[in-house]
T-cell receptor, first 117, second 112 residues
Framework: GAVVSQHPSWVICKSGTSVKIECRSL??????MFWYRQFPKQSLMLMATSNEGSKATYEQGVEKDKFLINHASLTLSTLTVTSAHPEDSSFYICSAREEGAWDTEAFFGQGTRLTVV | QKEVEQNSGPLSVPEGAIASLNCTYS??????FFWYRQYSGKSPELIMS????GDKEDGRFTAQLNKASQYVSLLIRDSQPSDSATYLC????????????FGSGTRLSIRP
């Protein structure tokens, strides 16, 4: 299957600072990338859909000013957690679909475990 | 009503037996269906995709789709301890702008 690379795999930051997470599609072009958050023993929660060249679409209840998404190219989307707080500590996962493949599977990055202290 | 529903489990199955995982979805126009496996602390990995009614087999895995009943299932034959994981059902609908909606997952435990 296609490869999606996410970086970093884990990060610890101080409360109040910002953290950027990168998601790259390595062998395909992704018009659409998805950002999920998963708390321990809970399911994946879709935070936003990242669209290349346009604004991200955020799910209800997700603060767009806190979780900044940029999808500047067909292979890279970034999620920046601004002014992080301990309650933002979670497992963040991106996934991507190939350009034009609206009905096929999405491939996942390795995930980023964020700990805010 | 949740868009994609799964029994959270845990589902305990003896090694070598068949594990049956079920999923229902609410949007009748859903067109693409996926099963992902997620080990603890890892990101999901795709097991199967299915798009038309009936069965689709891949090794020990069989996905079954019934669009009339809005039901999709995954059978795992000859269950192995390494199959112990959370299984996520996912549905995609063109009308939702290519978004993939996940169920909450079923925890499967294979006992030796």
């Amino acid at each position: 299957g296609a490869v999606v690379s996410q970086h970093p795999s884990w990060v610890i930051c101080k409360s109040g600072t910002s953290v950027k997470i990168e998601c790259r599609s390595l062998d395909f072009q992704a018009t659409t990338m998805f950002w999920y958050r998963q708390f321990p023993k809970q399911s994946l929660m879709l935070m936003a859909t990242s669209n290349e060249g346009s604004k991200a679409t955020y799910e209800q209840g997700v603060e767009k000013d806190k979780f900044l998404i940029n999808h500047a190219s067909l292979t890279l989307s970034t999620l920046t957690v601004t002014s992080a707080h301990p309650e933002d500590s979670s497992f963040y996962i991106c996934s991507a679909r190939e350009e034009g493949a609206w009905d096929t599977e999405a491939f996942f990055g390795q995930g980023t475990r964020l700990t805010v202290v | 009503q949740k868009e994609v529903e799964q029994n959270s489990g845990p589902l305990s199955v003896p090694e070598g037996a068949i594990a049956s995982l079920n999923c229902t979805y609410s949007d009748r126009v859903s067109q693409s269906f996926f099963w992902y496996r997620q080990y603890s602390g890892k990101s999901p990995e795709l097991i199967m995709s299915i798009y038309s009614n009936g069965d689709k087999e891949d090794g020990r895995f069989t996905a079954q789709l019934n669009k009339a009943s809005q039901y999709v299932s995954l059978l795992i034959r000859d269950s192995q301890p390494s199959d112990s994981a959370t299984y996520l059902c996912a549905v995609s609908t063109y009308s939702s702008a290519s978004k993939i909606i996940f169920g909450s997952g079923t925890r499967l435990s294979i006992r030796p």
